[in-house]
């Protein structure tokens, strides 16, 4: 078993920066890749973004040049820095660490076999 544990989330203000934290424990040897996601009120969650072990790395289109996702040569831990925060990057954010995942895949929600209770991001205007 793996267990995910998140951290970071706050209050900021628009135009701000945030950086979250994953950590991964537990039968962790075989975590192959970790994402983060994000889920505002009333909406579906979406991918934020995801990064190998290897450190392939995908974002969702509307935090390119925003936000980097990162993680420990032991993909035990996985950080999310988030800059120039807007509004509609509320949201509470979870993290997902998954095996066996191959690259193609990274992005897909449903390749995560274990997810955190998520933290709040909440960026005023």
């Known amino acids: 078993q793996v267990q995910v544990v998140e951290s970071g989330g706050d209050l ?9 934290s ?13 994402g ?13 973004a995801a990064i190998t072990g290897g450190g392939s790395t995908n974002y969702a289109d509307s935090v390119k040049g925003r936000f980097t996702i990162s993680r420990d040569r032991a993909m035990n831990t996985a950080y999310l820095q988030m800059t120039s925060l807007q509004p509609e990057d509320t949201a509470v954010y979870s993290c997902a660490a998954g095996f066996g995942i191959i690259r193609s895949s ?20």
Not at 36 to 48: F, I, S
């Open 106 to 125: 990274m992005s897909s929600s449903n390749q995560y076999a274990y997810w955190g209770q998520g933290t709040q991001v909440t960026v005023s205007s």
């Open 12 to 20: 900021v203000q628009a135009g701000g920066s945030l950086r979250l």
């Open 22 to 34: 994953c950590a991964a424990s537990g039968s962790i040897f075989s975590i192959n890749a970790m």
């Open 36 to 48: 983060w996601y994000q889920q505002a009120p009333g909406k579906q969650r979406e991918l934020v």
